[in-house]
């Protein structure tokens, strides 16, 4: 990987709602522009994947989504208005990033909700896209939803039991977290959310890679799983297979998928079949690989990533 390089610009963005959006640029003024998008939702940036980008070729854009990392006002505080939070809001919200940056286009880096972020904005504003890599492979798909909180309890009945458990054995598992989520006494929020990133870390603890969401403490776990709970019980305001179906609108757009075999959050089936609707892309199944990746993840993102730098995209219409 590159070394760490520092941001050379940064600042919040007024995105309206009472929202500033945090966003950061480093690398080279006068690179090759590419957005990072972090998933969650609600989980912030992070500037290990500034070192994907070779910091001469690339101008390299991070920013915290809605609600979290630096963005204000930050989805811990209760009086956070939530319904000013959805996937169409981060969407207009990236664009609006785009044109204040002065940025014509640019590459689209990220994984898990990310992915599913960089479809939404890539197939509502294709001409403004040159690339994409996505790793971990959704669309938040309703049928994913269910996979990950109820289907994958079959491999962890012990932990998905103490996962229902918190939310008094509620039908809507997911629904419920989001109710618990917003309930005025913060000691319910917080035992919420540990319940929640307890069940998170299960599903991921085959991958041998400690427990990351349980290691997010205080407000960032508050903030995580509130915005998290509020996407998936509404379905990310998606019609359901809606980023499968208008697919169509990444022709010409080359993506490279990333996915791992073994990854139980998200199985490969979600970037199997994407992969199918989007002639453009190229899919890599890394096999020992899960949710978070390994190495082999690391070097595809790399490979990508150097290969794209001196790619020039041709002109594109505006569907």
């Given amino acids: 990987m590159y070394s760490a390089t520092a941001p050379y610009d940064q600042g919040l963005l007024d995105v ?19 957005l990072v998008v972090h998933g969650g939702p609600g989980s912030g940036s992070s500037p290990h994947n500034r070192r994907y980008f070779d910091p001469e070729a690339y101008r390299l854009v991070l920013f915290d989504q809605r609600g979290c990392g630096r963005s204000t006002p930050h ?3 209760p009086a956070a208005d939530m319904s000013v939070n959805t996937t169409a809001h981060l969407v207009a919200d990236m664009e609006r990033l785009r044109e204040h940056l002065g940025i014509e286009q640019w590459l689209l880096y990220g994984g898990s909700w990310g992915s599913t972020l960089i479809l939404a904005y890539a197939e509502a504003y294709p001409e403004r896209v040159t690339e994409i890599v996505l790793t971990a492979v959704t669309t938040t798909r309703r049928s994913e939803i269910a996979w990950l909180y109820e289907g994958a309890g079959r491999f962890f009945p012990e932990a998905h039991e103490r996962f229902r458990a918190g939310a008094g054995a509620a039908k809507d598992l997911v629904g419920a977290y989001s109710a618990l989520l917003n309930h005025p006494d913060r000691a319910v929020r917080e035992k919420a959310a540990a319940d929640w990133c307890a069940w998170e870390d299960a599903v991921l603890s085959p991958e041998g890679q400690g427990t990351p969401y349980t290691d997010r403490v205080d407000d960032t776990r508050l903030g995580f799983v509130r915005i998290c709970s509020h996407y998936f019980a509404h379905g990310a305001w998606l019609a359901e297979g809606a980023l499968l179906r208008d697919a169509h609108r990444l022709a010409g757009i080359p993506g490279v998928l990333i996915q791992g075999r073994l990854d139980m959050a998200g199985p490969p089936t979600t970037a199997w079949e994407l992969a199918r ?11 020992d690989a899960g949710h978070l990746g390994d190495l082999r993840t690391g070097e595809l993102i790399l490979a990508a990533m150097d290969r794209f730098a001196t790619r020039v995209p041709p002109a594109r219409a505006k569907p």
Avoid: M, Q
């Fill in 277 to 287: 609707a989007w002639p453009d892309a190229e899919l890599h199944v890394i096999e």
């Fill in 16 to 34: 309206g709602d009472g929202n500033l959006v945090h966003w950061e640029v480093s690398g080279n003024p006068a690179g090759r522009p590419a």
């Fill in 75 to 77: 989805a811990s505080d």
